[in-house]
């Protein structure tokens, strides 16, 4: 697994993760979705193209659960881990009901 690290002024200065392709010089947002809930926040999972390398990393940020609740958008970390990503597409099995009348 590679990883790089960003400090908060590198991911702000690229737009990570709210300004993206907002204006020039910002990462391109390819993902984001729900990842996990605590009581008091909604972590997101977040998959950008850094503009300075054009490679695809993902990190985690959170948010307040409801107004009221005071979050820091990296966890009070001042280093962020961003794991390196590529796409791969993958197949999946599920089970449905069966179409008919008894």
């Known amino acids: ?3 790089r690290t960003f400090t908060r002024d590198e991911l702000a200065d690229i737009g990570v993760p709210f300004e993206c392709g907002e204006y020039a010089g910002t990462a391109e947002e390819l993902h984001c979705e729900l990842w996990d809930t605590t009581r008091w926040a909604h972590v997101y999972e977040f998959v950008f193209r850094n ?3 054009g490679k695809a990393y993902r990190v985690l940020y959170r948010t307040g659960a409801t107004e009221y609740q005071d979050q820091d958008l990296w ?5 962020i881990k961003g ?3 590529e796409e791969v597409q993958v197949m999946t099995t599920v089970w449905k009901p069966v179409e008919g009348s008894l």
Request: charged share 45%; no cysteine; hydrophobic share 45%.
């Open 1 to 3: 697994m590679v990883i």
């Open 51 to 53: 503009p300075d390398d």
């Open 75 to 79: 966890n009070w970390e001042d280093r």
């Open 83 to 85: 794991v390196e990503v």
